[in-house]
């Protein structure tokens, strides 16, 4: 009995969906009148949306990739943990927007069925893209039926990725001109072309992935997410806004200001890399030291609580404000793409160096004003400098250092960039028995007691090994 329950995690469809549960068999003696008897398309789409924080909420990607250092406890950047539960990603908004994609009746004032199916798979597909860059080849072709299959098989990642990319523009293409989906929470606008756009940002995003293991795929889809239309400005970039209540507020402002637990810093590899060029982001990364100057915390200490707590800065005000909120896939990002594209080693698309430049230094400008509130004061400075100005001899790991810079507080995110580009360079923890950064997350434990057979054959495929040094599908070294 213990077994079949823990499978259940399959099948949960997540805090809402709990809500439904009545017996009827015995009539309405065991109803519940405390509870709704029925959900909307609107409250399913809007509970999977609330769950995207989760996606880059999370000291782990951050630490991983050293844009912060742990300031009192130091388990997490000395990779100590090592098993990641996935469950809750199918449980709650995967689930719900499967409900929807399923659904066999639709209500027409909450938009078009084609736009309210057309989003929630471009949703899920989002959602998938992140675990299954986490760790790797994951139940997904069999997943999602509840009671039909408790113990759905691994797909290859490679295989999600292909479906994923199908998916991705087969929900673009599903886009039309009727009632625009209500309740959406992160284009309140209602215009349906930035679902659109999105789509195929993140295909062009997951294209470069495959720049090692499969380019003749990644090209492909490359372009052809180019021409389907992309981000153009800031004002399409996919974000998680949070408001200035309890209920939704912003993970760091939780941590620092809820629970006044002041445990994280800027690492010492980025305000280094950042400093010397008196780069503009920095200030809003970070906050002064005591002596009103900007030093990073030292990554990975055994025990960092001996560093004196006004010599460091702490991260900033300016970004665990209540209301800070989650950038999830922007248009630096797809700049960044397009110059690694152009460039002579890759050659995706036309244009060589003078391509790359112009696509790397708007990169730049539009990544200062996401993160700047759109002024460029010092920008010119800053882009001048040796360590920044565009060149072609080392084109692609300045393109991968400003990426990383870029991807602050999306760390899973900047985290898989650094696996597939190997830039920037990092250096383990030193207080952590020599293992190395993690190359992915392990499943979780009780996964060899509830889908055994699937469970094995997923670790075997990693070398016989569940831990954090396996590589997903396509991190070729």
């Known amino acids: 009995m213990l077994k079949t329950m823990k499978k259940l995690n399959y099948i949960l469809f997540g805090s809402l969906l709990a809500m439904l549960c009545s017996c009827t068999k015995f009539g309405a003696i065991n109803e519940r009148n405390d509870r709704p008897n029925s959900v909307t398309n609107k409250q399913l789409l809007q509970y999977a949306m609330r769950q995207l924080a989760g996606t880059v909420e999370t000291p782990y990607g951050e630490l991983y990739v050293q844009h912060l250092s742990e300031k009192e406890y130091s388990d997490a950047q000395r990779y100590n943990t090592i098993n990641f539960n996935f469950s809750g990603w199918y449980a709650d908004p995967m689930m719900n927007l499967q409900q929807i994609i399923k659904a066999t009746s639709f209500n027409p004032t909450e938009g078009s069925q084609s736009n309210q199916i057309a989003v929630a798979r471009i949703l899920k597909a989002y959602f998938m893209w992140h675990i299954t860059d986490r760790w790797g080849d994951l139940p997904y072709s069999e997943a999602l039926e509840g009671v ?7 797909d290859l990642q490679k295989d999600i990725y292909y479906s994923l990319f199908t998916e991705l523009k087969e929900a673009a293409a599903m886009i039309d001109a009727g009632l625009k989906v209500q309740g959406d929470l992160i284009y309140p606008s209602g215009d349906m072309s930035n679902w659109k756009k999105l789509a195929n940002s993140i295909r062009l995003l997951m294209a470069l992935r495959l720049a090692k293991i499969d380019p003749d795929k990644g090209k492909t889809e490359f372009n052809d997410a180019l021409t389907g239309g992309v981000f153009t ?11 200035a209540e309890a209920a939704n507020e912003n993970y ?17 590899p980025l305000v280094d890399y950042m400093k010397p060029y008196n780069d503009v982001r920095l200030p809003v990364f970070a906050d002064p030291n005591e002596s009103n100057d900007y030093v990073g915390m030292p990554y990975g200490l055994q025990a960092p609580q001996t560093v004196p707590a006004g010599s460091v800065s702490y991260l900033g005000g300016n970004v665990r404000k209540q209301d800070s909120p989650n950038f999830l896939v922007t248009y630096a990002q797809i700049l960044f793409a397009k110059a690694e594209a152009a ?24 990544s200062v004003r996401q993160w700047n509130n759109n002024n460029t004061t010092g920008l010119a400075a800053m882009m001048a400098s040796a360590e920044v100005a565009y060149a072609p001899a080392t084109a692609l790991q300045q393109i991968g250092y400003q990426r990383w810079v870029h991807l602050f507080l999306n760390g899973y995110e900047a985290w898989a960039e650094w696996r597939r580009t190997g830039y920037p360079v990092l250096t383990p923890a030193p207080d952590n028995n020599n293992k190395p950064i993690p190359r992915r997350e392990a499943y979780q434990a009780n996964e060899a007691l509830i889908n055994t057979a699937n469970f094995n054959e997923a670790v075997q495929r990693l070398g016989g090994a569940n831990d954090l040094n396996g590589r997903v599908w396509w991190d070729k070294p």
């Open 252 to 268: 760091w402002y939780s941590v620092f200001v809820t629970l006044s637990r002041r445990w994280y810093c800027v690492s010492k």
């Open 148 to 154: 039909e299959n408790l113990t759905p098989k691994y």
């Open 343 to 366: 460039s002579p080693s890759l050659a995706w698309i036309p244009g060589g160096d003078a391509e790359a430049k112009s696509n790397y230094d708007m990169a730049i400008e539009q």
């Open 233 to 243: 400005s800031n004002a399409d970039n996919f974000v998680y806004k949070h408001i």
